[in-house]
């Protein structure tokens, strides 16, 4: 890894998922504690006055346990992206183990739309309980996202088809 962009990148992709680990736990401790909270275990009892109305506690859980989720998916995704920046960096980018990557890169992009639908759909649920806008993150289906999901599906075609070619032609020689 001599290449300073691929050094950067390498550094980029750690950065994103330290980030994706630390928001994931942070969330996995709020749903635990909202658990915990609701339960009245460990003898914690709920405040008397909060901020949200008990209509909105309803949809918490599922949101806090939607965001985990969309941060494992970013965390996975930022994890593949780096195996393929080392593989570059090897010098071996055209491998079938890149293209099931890429594959799989591409099925994360998917699924992260989807969890972020339905992030997106509790937030207008909410909002549309009282006038509570600031919660909506203003987030849906992203085409975006879907694009990038449609590019890496053919990226990881290309990668198989480099590595057929590479197998033939070494077969050859």
Known sequence: MKDPLLRLSRFAIWIMAG???????LLLIGLVTYIVWQTGALGLMPPSASALAPEHL???????????????????????????????????????????????????????QAVSFGL???????????????????????????MLALVLFILARVFRQG??????????V
């Open 19 to 25: 980030v994706f680990a630390a928001g994931g736990a």
């Open 58 to 112: 309803s949809e918490l859980p599922l949101a806090l346990l939607l965001a985990l989720l969309a941060s494992g998916i970013a965390l996975f995704f930022a994890l593949q992206l780096g195996r393929i920046v080392d593989s570059v960096g090897a010098g071996d980018p055209f491998s079938c183990l890149n293209a099931d990557r890429l594959r799989t890169m591409a099925l994360l992009a998917i699924a992260y």
């Open 120 to 146: 997106f759909s509790i937030g207008i649920t909410v909002a549309r309980m009282e006038p509570m806008e600031a919660l909506v993150s203003g987030e849906d289906i992203s085409l975006n996202g879907l």
């Open 163 to 172: 590595a057929t070619m590479r197998e033939d032609l070494e077969g050859t």
